[in-house]
């Protein structure tokens, strides 16, 4: 029985900021990687963020370089995506991911999926 949780997506004008957060439950431990995708409707599932276990490695998606930053906690079993200076073209679905091995911007290499949180930007 494993579970991600996402929350904090919402409506927000373009320039603002939201802070999302991924809640796991269930055998977490062997877990290392946690990652973002986003996916707008009729679109694919991008990379966004990644991070590794002790958050000593992170990698971002070119588009949100210097916008967005990732953290986790493993005391609470949970990972953060803060995103500051919102564009129209961040709306979308955002998920969460964890894996067994090392941080990658490669999708089916994630092994557990949270159910996703709707982050929309006005412009």
């Known amino acids: 029985q494993v579970q991600l949780v996402e929350s904090g997506g919402g409506l927000v004008q373009a320039g603002g900021s939201l802070r999302l957060s991924c809640a796991a439950s269930?055998?977490?431990?062997?877990?290392?990687?946690m990652a973002w995708f986003r996916q707008a409707p009729g679109k694919d599932r991008d990379f966004v963020s990644t991070i590794s276990r002790s958050g000593g490695i992170t990698s971002y998606a070119d588009s949100v370089k210097g916008r967005f930053t990732i953290s986790r906690d493993n005391a609470k079993n949970t990972v953060y995506l803060q995103m500051n200076g919102l564009k129209a073209e961040d709306t979308a679905v955002y998920y969460c991911?964890?894996?067994?091995?090392?941080?990658?911007?490669?999708?089916?290499?994630?092994?557990?999926w949270g159910q996703g949180t709707q982050v929309t930007v006005s412009s």
């Open positions: 991911a964890a894996k067994a091995a090392g941080p990658s911007d490669y999708a089916p290499s994630y092994e557990y």
């Open positions: 269930g055998r977490t431990f062997s877990w290392d990687a």
